[in-house]
Each structure stands twice: as C-alpha cells, then as structure tokens.
C-alpha cells in the first residue's frame, strides 16, 4: 500500500521534529512512507476565518496531490478534521470535486488512529514506563474525528501512567487565528488549561495537535511553569528510540 | 441597557480584568456545567430526548404561521386577549396603553427575556407603573441598577459580598447577612408588591398550539404568583416559542431543567390555559397574551439561521462555552449572550453591529454538543463568519493577509522561499530560543500574553531531503 | 399590528401560503422513561425527599387527619387557609386553629392534588380547588391516595381530559441558587412541604 504524509504547514515551518518522528514512527512500522513536497496546508486558517473561496482554492490543491495514494496519514486531527469533514461539506454543490474530497477523506487518517485502526497495533515496541503524562484531547480530534481513545491506548500500553485533568476535553484557546484575533480570551483561556494540568501532577502534557500543545506551552513559559510538552507521536517514538 | 455588541473586544477585556467577575464565572459555569453533566447521565435516552425535541422545534418552525394560527384560535376560544407587536416600540406602545386602560399602578414581573429586549421596563416607568421585578436574580438586578448577563442566573456575575453591600444599602439588612437572610428580606419586600399589584407581566417558556397553553417554569414561585394574585395576567412571548402538543411538553420538561441547572424537575412548571375559569377560587380575571416579532421574521426567513429559533433558552451553551466562562455575560452588549447570543444577535440586530460576536469563539464545539434542541451552533457561527467576509466587514488587512495566504498554499515554490524568508527572519528575533518581537503584526497579539518559541532553521521539507533516501 | 398582517409576515417569511398542507408532527419513537420502577410509592418519596420534601405515609384517612393535626402543632400554625378539595374536608373541620380571613395571612395551606408524578416526586396542583392557598402560607400539606401516583409526565398529561386555568406541577419547596450559587429553600412560595399520602 501507498502511504503519504501530510506533515501539516505549521509541523512543517514551526515543529519539525514533529515530521520527523512521524517518519520514523511510520517505517519502524513496516510503513514505506512517502512524502508528497507540493503539499502547503489543508486551509483551515482561511475556512475558520470565514473565506471560503479561497479555502476552495487550497483545498483543490490538496486534494489533487493524494490522488495516487492508499492512505494519508497526518500527526493532526485539527487538519485531519478539515479534510475529512469540512472537505465534503464545502465541495457539495460541485459534483466531481465532492466526489474527490468524499475520496480523499475516507482515506485520511489522524496518526493514532491510523496505528490502531489500520495497523491494527497498540503496542508499537514503545517504552514510557516511570512517565507521567496528562492528555489533551483537542477539540477538533475529539468532536470532529472521535480520536479518544487511540493516543491513550497506545500510550498507556506503552506503559505510560495516564492522569486525566478535570478539563481534558476543555479548548485550550488556540482555535487558530482566533489566538492572534482574540488574544487575551484565548491566553486567559491557556491559562485555565494550565489549572488543570498542574492539579494532575504529571510531569508531561500531550496532545495530537501541536497547535494546542505550541498555545499551552506558549502560556505556560510565560507564567513560568514548568511542564514537558511533547505531541504523543513524539513521545511515542522517543519510548521507541530510547526506552529500550 | 445600552447596546454595545460592536464593543465586545473592549468589553471582553475588561472583563478579564474584572477580578471579582472571575471569581464569580468560573464558580457559576463549574458548577452548572457539573449539575448538568449529573442530570443527563441519569437519563438512558439522552440523544433521542436531543433528536426528539430539536425535530419538533424544526417542524414547527418550518410550519409556524399554521400553528401560530391554532395557537391564536385557542387563545380567542378561552377568552384571552391576543396582541402582535411588530416591534418593540410597538410592543411597548401595547403593553403601556393597556396598562394606561386598566388604570395599572403597580406591575409584578416575572424573568423574561424578551421583555429585556424590548426595554418594557423603562416603557412602563415612563407612565408611572411600578414595576417590580420578582424573580430574585433580577430583583437583584433591579436594585442596582444592572442588566442580566445570564440567561437563567441572571445576576451570576455578583459576588455574594456584592449581593449583601446591595440590600444592606436599598434594604436595611444587617451588613454581615446570610444568604437565607437575604432572601427572606426580598421576599417580605415583594410580598408587598405581590399583593397590591394590578397586572402580573410574564414571559412563556413553551407556548402550547394545540390548547392555547402558556408554559411557565421556575424555581422561585414568583411565577405563580405574578400570573394568580393580580387581577390581569399578561403574557409576552417571541413568536417562536410554539410547540405543537400538550404531550410534547413531557420531553422538553425532561430536557430543559436538567440543561439548565442540573435539576430533573423545576419546583414549578405552571401551564396556564385562560383567565380563571368561573368557578375557580381565584385566579387572574382577565389574561393577555402579546408575541413580538422584533426581528424573528427575518431570522424565520433565513433558511440557514432559522434553526436558531429553536431555543429554549436553557443556558447550556452558555456554561460549556470556555469564552463565557471567562468574560461572562454583558461582554456580549445585548440580551442573549454566548453561543446562542453570538448566533441570534446578528439574525436580530444585523450583522453589521454584531459581526465581533461570531468572531468571540474558537470553534472547539462543546456548544453544539450540548444543545437540547440541537441547534448546530459552531456551523452557525462559521456561518456568520462567511458572510461577514462576503459583506465586506472584515479588517482590509485581514483579507488581503488570507489572500496572501492562499495564493502561496496553491504555489508550493512560493510557499517554499516565502517561509523561508519568514524562518530566516525570525532568527534574528530570537533571545533564548523564543522570539521578541512586540511590534510585529499579529506575532504581537500572540505575545501580548504567551511566548512563541523560534522556528527551527530547517523546516521539515528541507530535512525530508535528507530522510528520504534514509530507509 | 392586527392578526392577518402578522401571520402574512410569518407566511411571506416561509414562502407558504394560507391553507398549505402540513404534515403531521413528528413522534417519538422511543417512550420517555426514566426510572420507571414497579414501587411508585417508594420512588416518589425517594424523588420528593431528595427536593427536600417531607413525606409521611399512612393506612387510612383518619391517621392522615391525625397527621396533619400533628404537623399543625408542631408548626405551631396560628390559622389555615385551603382549597376546595374533596378528600381533605372531613380533615379541615377537626382542625382547632382558626381559619384565615385572608390567604396570605394563613401560616399554612392545605390540599389534595390531581395527581401525582413518582419519578420526580411532584404534586399536580390545578386551579379549580383554589391556587393561593398552596401558594401563600409558608408552609403547605398535600393530602393524598396513592391511587392517584402515576409514573412520569407523560401519563400525567395523557389523562387530562380538558385544561383547568391553572396545572401546575409542583416539585418540592420553593428555591433559588441565585445569590452565588448558593441553595436557599423557601423564596416566595412555600417552604416547607409536607405530603401525607394515604396508601
């Protein structure tokens, strides 16, 4: 099978390592995986602020660049709930590119889930034995893709202790632009995340969306906490690469 | 009230620094988004409740003027007054010529929102009305000269310090009060007013078509008492609150207490059918019912934004929505805040005073989840969002920004050295692996109140180059 | 604005005309239920408790009435008010503390009920017995037959024949959680309720 990465616009400029792990998650799994460079954003920025033409446009684009491929796989559910969702509803009245995005969203898959779904694996060869992790489930993984239970169960096989903050499923106020359009709402909104985490007493936060785990983080510098932030993907694979 | 929904940045922040507001927010939404979370998982049908009463609400919505209809034959039947108001000058103009007929000194209210938005209380003082609000919330309200910033607690936004400085200085009450202190001098006070009032001013929660029926629900008994003790009893309603049957009413009564405070029953759900009947005891002899318009027809004419009508005002959007927790109710500017606020106020008021309000949220969809009615609230606010683009509301800034953005999303070469140049330059604004940059566009914003760690000089497709041949 | 200009405004916004079909409303499919136990008895004192009602069950009308007059006492009740009811009339003229020229000075209230609702505890009250006079005094006793329970709402409404003025479905006292969350029982209408149920 042939499996494409969409490393998403803000892994790819702000977070990296995040692809990176991602790649190497993927072929310690037997997954040839392939990365496909015309690839820009799913436009999500554009569609949440209310431009829908031109999230038509990017859209296109995206979809015409998975075309030859079996799955696509992104560590995100935020961009996977775009393309599996918003895709579809925003291409109705057109006949063939409906038909395209129905397509390319059934092949879509947010990175865990791939894991569990497709793979079919939950443990990954992963060791996270002695960490203390809290959850972050974001809102668009959770509401829109129903991604729940597959970072849990991968990292609690991975022998992780998972405490769950009173307000996991809480919107940590990244909301994409809504951050820089409304900045003192989404910060307050950081902040009382923070609250919650720091009343679990983990040693890292983790989360399926770098945008939310770059907005808490951002947060919690600022008010000088002290906490590990990591994407599960990379905690996963860092379980990989130096736990055994 | 002043409306200042076009304000709502301004109002949000001062709201975050309203250290008392907090206090009482984050107390007030924990604690209601807890009763409620409680209330529906003791029931085992939760999802066909939500299913059952939004395609209800969806039907009778899209078949009002027939219902209505029945509604109003009922109403005529029973002997009840039927008004219409197109507006809330003209509904205001009703209210006081009716008061001014019937020789009305003194009016008991009950809580009711529409009467918030058509500013009835300033109506009737301007004639010399008392009127007494009754619900204790807005009595509250009421004595200090404040607006509601709840749809169902009213006056959640006071401390209780706040609540016992107010009676002490418009009361008497003793300046260390208890609560139960406090509210038995607010009964005593409108008792008073109770017993000597000439009309009793209600809203409706459910308004029954097939019996003419209004519905009224409360804890309090201010209710019952607004709409048995005076001699008239009139009710004001938006034209949307119709359901269709008696037996509907089982399901929504299910449905409403507990998404609105936890509770599986209000202590009172009063269905009001005609004046007093001739031979009963007591009761009001002559009832008045008056639905407004002021706006509803153009939202009923919207095909998208008609779902917003709907609502049973139970607050639950409200509670779960992260941003109303955290700048509370007169943030809004209007009547109706949060979700539902943000949706109805542009239907209502245009989206041209109002069009910060759908920007008020980030989208995360606890709102939608929550609605009893199942009202699709986040779609409703993107909704808004795109025609604020289409009108031509949005910062010129801001479009042109997007533009910008979309035309290097669709040009991956422009993608490529347009970041790069991006990633290069913020090199030289970074001071211990984060950036300072305090006068840049929007990286300021972001600023103002969190860090922003400095992009890695490789971006991920330039390291790709190196990982691809790896296997 | 008068009927016809309202409804044609409602209409136009619809796009229908006057006399266009309708279907039926829709109905739902599965019956609404909630904690529908056998012992409707023990459910509606576990829900009426549960809203801070006191509840009292006894074997005939005689100990009711003798209840009741317990309750008075205790209360130390200066004068009562009542409605109509049939079932609590013999009871009322055994009681020794004077009837209230006026309803909103009696101490306490005394009624019967329509009907009674197990899975939330709640007394049907309807207006053609009276209405204040379980809604004034601070303290009102509902004397009832556990013949009259019935489930839910649902039953409850389904056996109303015709609308009196006033149904109200009463759940517990009088409340509010307005000052800063804080429960407080006993606002404007009673305070303290009391059912004696006859079963």
């Known amino acids: 099978m042939r ?33 496909p460079e015309a690839q820009t954003c799913c436009g999500q920025p554009a569609y949440n602020a209310g431009y829908l033409d031109e999230t038509k446009e990017i859209a296109e684009h995206h979809i015409g660049l998975f075309t030859d491929y079996d799955y ?7 961009c996977g709930a775009m393309v599996k969702t918003h895709y579809p509803e925003m291409f109705r009245e057109s006949a063939k590119t409906y038909e395209a995005s129905k397509d390319l969203a059934n092949r879509t898959y947010e990175l865990t889930s791939f894991i569990t779904e497709v793979l079919e694996k939950t443990d990954i060869g992963s060791n996270l034995s002695g960490k203390r992790v809290t959850y972050h489930d974001s809102c668009h993984a959770l509401r829109y893709m129903n991604i729940k239970e597959s970072p849990r169960i991968l990292l609690k096989t991975a022998g992780a202790e998972l405490i769950e903050a009173a307000n996991s499923d809480v919107c940590c106020g990244f909301g994409g632009l809504f951050s820089v359009k409304m900045p003192e709402i989404s910060a307050a909104m950081a902040r009382a995340k923070t609250e919650g985490i720091i009343e679990t007493k983990a040693d890292i936060l983790s989360s399926t969306d770098g945008g939310c785990l770059m907005n808490i983080a951002g947060s919690m510098r600022r008010e000088n906490v002290d906490l590990e932030v990591k994407h599960v993907v990379e905690l996963l694979w860092e379980g990989i690469e130096h736990g055994n | 009230m002043e409306i200042s929904t076009h304000n709502f940045k301004d109002n949000a922040r001062k709201a975050l620094k309203n250290e008392n507001l907090q206090i009482a927010m984050k107390r007030a939404t924990k604690t209601f988004v807890a009763k409620r979370e409680k209330a529906i998982s003791s029931l085992d049908n ?21 219902y209505l209809e029945e509604f109003i034959e009922n109403l005529e039947s029973l002997g009840v007054q039927v008004h219409f108001a197109a507006d809330a000058d003209e509904a205001n103009k009703i209210v006081t010529e009716l008061a001014l007929e019937k020789n009305v000194k003194t009016v008991v209210k009950a809580k009711s929102m529409v009467t918030e938005e058509i500013l009835l209380n300033d109506a009737l003082e301007a004639i010399g009305v008392e009127t007494l609000e009754t619900d204790l919330g807005e009595y509250i309200l009421q004595l200090d000269n404040d607006f509601p910033s709840h749809i169902i607690g009213p006056a959640m936004h006071k401390t209780r310090e706040q609540v016992t400085k107010l009676f002490h200085q418009k009361l008497g009450t003793k300046e260390d009060a208890s609560i139960i202190e406090l509210t038995k001098a607010a009964r005593e006070a409108l008792r008073k007013g109770f017993l000597k009032a000439d009309m009793g001013i209600s809203g409706a929660n459910f308004a029954v078509a097939e019996t003419g029926s209004i519905v009224l629900v ?49 202590s009172y759900v009063s269905i009001i059918t005609g004046p007093k009947k001739q031979n009963d005891p007591d009761g009001p002899e002559e009832q008045h019912v008056l639905i407004i318009d002021n706006g509803r027809s153009n939202v009923l004419a919207d095909p998208k934004l008609r779902d917003a009508l709907r609502c049973i005002r139970c607050g ?70 795109q025609r604020a683009v289409k009108q031509g509301l949005s910062a010129k800034a801001e479009k042109a920004g997007i533009g910008a953005f979309a035309f290097m999303a669709t040009h991956p070469l422009v993608w490529n050295s347009g970041t790069k140049i991006a990633r290069l330059g913020s090199q030289f604004l970074s001071r211990e692996g984060h950036i300072k940059g305090n006068y840049i566009p929007v990286l300021k914003e972001w600023l103002k109140e969190r860090d922003f760690k400095t992009p890695a000089q490789k971006s991920f497709r330039e390291l790709w180059r190196d990982l691809k041949d790896e296997k | 604005m008068n009927k016809a200009n309202f409804l044609k405004q409602v209409r136009s916004s619809l796009h229908r005309n006057a006399n266009d079909p309708v279907p039926p409303a829709p109905n739902l499919l599965a ?68 009837r209230a020229d006026k309803i909103s000075e009696a101490d306490i209230g005394i009624s019967s009920a329509h009907c009674l609702i197990a899975n939330t505890g709640t007394l049907v009250l309807e207006s053609s017995v009276g209405r204040l006079a379980t809604l004034l005094p601070a303290h009102h006793i509902a004397i009832v037959k556990s013949e009259q329970l019935l489930p839910t709402m649902a039953e409850a409404i389904e056996q109303v024949d015709s609308l009196p003025s006033a149904w109200v479905q009463a759940t517990g006292p009088s409340r509010t959680a307005d000052i800063e969350l804080t429960l407080t029982i006993g606002v404007h209408a009673p305070g303290i309720v009391d059912v004696i149920m006859i079963g």
């Open chain 1, 3 to 35: 499996v494409a990465l969409f490393v998403t616009c803000l892994a790819d400029q702000l977070f990296p390592e995040l692809g990176l792990a991602s790649v190497k998650l993927l072929r310690h799994l037997g997954v040839d995986i392939e990365f």
């Open chain 1, 72 to 78: 696509v796989v992104l560590p995100s559910g935020s």
């Open chain 2, 46 to 66: 939760f999802e066909d409740l939500r299913n059952y009463c939004g395609a209800i609400k969806a039907h009778t919505i899209e078949y009002l003027d027939h």
């Open chain 2, 218 to 266: 409360e804890n309090e008994g201010n209710i019952r008492l607004t709409t048995s003790q005076p001699k008239i009893h009139l009710a004001i309603m938006g034209l949307e609150k119709i359901i269709p049957r008696l037996k509907d009413l089982s399901a929504f009564l299910t449905i409403l207490p507990r998404s609105a405070t936890g509770q599986k029953a209000s």
């Open chain 2, 316 to 385: 639950a959007c409200l509670n779960i929505c992260p941003v109303y927790q955290n700048v509370g109710g007169h943030a809004y500017g209007w009547v109706y805040p949060g979700p539902i606020g943000s949706v109805l106020d542009p239907g209502l008021l245009g989206l041209e005073s109002t069009h910060q309000l759908p920007q008020a949220c980030s989208l995360c969809g606890a709102c939608g989840e929550v609605c009893p009615v199942k009202i699709p609230l986040p779609e409703l606010l993107l909704e808004h969002r």
């Open chain 3, 31 to 98: 019956t609404i239920k909630d904690f529908n136990s056998k012992d409707l008895i023990a459910q509606f004192k576990e829900e009426f408790e549960a809203v801070s009602g006191r509840f009292f069950l006894v074997k005939t009308k005689k100990e009711a009435g003798e209840k009741a007059l317990e309750i008075i006492s205790e209360a130390k009740a200066k004068s009562f008010a009542a409605t109509t009811d049939k079932l609590i009339k013999t009871i009322i003229n055994k009681i020794d503390i004077p």
